[in-house]
């Protein structure tokens, strides 16, 4: 990493709050909850996030559901509205499915599953993690810059508002 690349993800490429609409999301099991409350804690504690031609940050980030897309209001740290993007969830939608299905397996198998199926269930779980990760970089490609990391937690979140639908 050059130095300018990394003057820029701990200075002004960043998300220092994230708050996810609760209109758009309903409360659920107490394991959905717990990722939830991790992949916030874990995308403010350490993110690149860059909305492309805005300027500096760091950055707000409020995410809902408006007719079944996916909003990402962005503003400033103090407020200030920056840019709004509205994405179709459609190319996410087969992905969301899939993992929510993996999901309900695994929380299933920890409950009476040997390590080793329990490991193969999680395994596919973040293989189909990553592939919605991917999925969601690829819809914020020109719009909004994030690394590998930050779109796993995004995707969680996207996750947990999609639960709704």
Known sequence: MTSSQQAVRTNAARLVAVELDEDSIVRS????EHERAVAIYDLIDENEFAPEGVGEGPFRLR????????????SQENGEPVVTHVLSLTPLRKVVKDYFMICESYF?????????QIE???????????EGSQILMERLEGKVRVDMQTARRLFTLV???HWKG
Do not use: Q
Not at 29 to 32: G, S
């Open 29 to 32: 099991t107490p394991d959905i």
């Open 63 to 74: 995410l809902s559901l408006v007719e079944k897309r996916l909003v990402f209001a962005i």
């Open 108 to 116: 299933e198998a920890i409950k009476s599953a040997t390590p080793s």
């Open 120 to 130: 193969a269930i999680d395994m596919g779980r973040r293989g189909v993690h990553n």
């Open 159 to 161: 996750c947990a508002l």
